[in-house]
């Protein structure tokens, strides 16, 4: 066994590393994205008994779940959008194990966010960040803090006024500097989607999905405790389900970082 795993088990117990959840509870109550009237919409989780140590199954416990692909903290596949449906590996069983994996870049927008609920990350942020805490590496995951999480109240996390949601999300120039510039694996937000709530209206729509997904990036929606990572030194693991020919899927994202 390679040393530095067992490194790595040893500061765990020691306390030095610390494992962090960036997953949402997945339930009845998870919020799901709401879309206009035209275009279907996606169902939440839902989860029936089939046996609870009774007659259906004296002595053991299971139930049926069902749940949209893209539901509570998920995944999104480059095959989730059109600019990636001809890609090679753009399913959650197809792509490589390993590109689930990779560094944490966390750039911290709390304040932005909070004076702006539509507030956009851009390329000059980016940049800015950049000049404080060094270069993006490639094949790393963009993690935008925003502290919209702590929204406790599904109406306050999705924020839908008239003219539709608000929630941050990113200028095209920052997905196109990522996905181009700096090759990361892909960004992970803590809204409901990775694009900003008024990202239909903008003049490339959802520039996030189409500019990320059209370069076989991926995304990670509803994230969580973003505010406990540093903004580098830690890993993030976010392995979607194997589901086949799969779009996205729910999972649990785990982060390792210095104590
Ligand atoms: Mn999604």
């Known amino acids: 066994m390679s040393n530095v795993l067992i490194q790595l088990i040893d500061e765990l117990n020691a306390g030095r590393l610390k494992l962090i959840d960036l997953t949402r509870p997945l339930g009845p109550k998870t919020p799901v994205i709401e879309l206009p009237p035209m275009f279907a919409s996606s169902p939440g989780f839902s989860m029936q008994t089939i046996s609870r140590y009774d007659a259906k199954g004296p002595a ?13 903290t998920h995944f999104d596949a480059p095959v989730h959008w059109i600019t990636g449906k001809d890609l090679s590996n753009n399913t959650c069983e197809t792509i490589p194990a390993r590109r689930f994996v990779g560094p944490a870049c966390v750039i911290d927008v709390s304040r932005e966010a909070a004076a702006n609920p539509d507030f956009l990350l851009t390329r000059e942020r980016i940049l800015v960040w950049e000049a404080q805490y060094g270069r993006i590496p490639a094949n790393s995951w963009v993690l935008v803090r925003t502290d919209w999480s702590k929204r406790a109240d599904s109406k306050d996390f999705l924020n839908i006024s008239k003219d539709g949601p608000h929630n941050p999300g990113f200028h095209r120039s920052a997905s196109e500097f990522l996905a181009k510039e700096r090759d990361v694996l892909g960004v992970g937000v803590e809204a409901v989607g990775t694009d900003a709530g008024q990202a239909g209206t903008f003049d490339l729509p959802f520039p996030s999905h189409s500019i990320m997904h059209g370069a076989g990036k991926f995304g990670l929606a509803s994230l969580c405790n973003l505010d406990q990572l540093p903004p580098t030194g830690a890993i993030v693991i976010a392995a979607p389900l194997k589901i086949v020919d799969g779009s996205g899927s729910p999972l649990r994202v785990l982060a390792i970082a210095p104590a």
């Open 60 to 72: 053991w416990y299971w139930n049926t779940i069902n749940v949209g692909e893209h539901t509570g």
